[in-house]
Nanobody, 115 residues
Framework: QVQLVESGGGLVQAGGSLRLSCAAS????????MGWYRQAPGKQRELVAA???????NYADSVKGRFTISRDNAKNTVYLQMNSLKPEDTAVYYC?????????WGQGTHVTVSS
């Protein structure tokens, strides 16, 4: 069984920063790929940032230059540093892990950016 636990969400003013963390536990094996998605009210879930199977990173165009994904393999933890936050970044942010073709999701953490 795999569990993903996100933390670090909250309320921040536009221009501020937040750092999200996602710790994976349980039967975690490599290779695996971890990333962050978000879902704003009334919208579909979308990719924010993720590692590829080759170890490189993908970012949504809307967050390039502002968000940075990183990971600590020893801790099975992935981070999302979010800078220069905008009101349109307001969403529930979900951690995702793909392992042996299966998708695992965290419960989500709320990020609200006030103008």
């Amino acid at each position: 069984q795999v569990q993903l636990v996100e933390s670090g969400g909250g309320l921040v003013q536009a221009g501020g920063s937040l750092r999200l963390s996602c710790a994976a536990s349980g039967n975690i094996f490599r290779p695996n790929v971890m990333g962050w998605y978000r879902q704003a009210p009334g919208k579909q879930r979308e990719l924010v940032a993720a590692f590829t199977s080759g170890g490189s990173t993908n970012y949504a165009d809307s967050v390039k230059g502002r968000f940075t994904i990183s990971r600590d393999n020893a801790k099975n933890t992935v981070y999302l540093q979010m800078n220069s936050l905008k009101p349109e970044d307001t969403a529930v942010y979900y951690c995702n892990l793909v392992m042996f073709g299966s998708n695992y999701w965290g419960q989500g953490t709320h990020v609200t950016v006030s103008s």
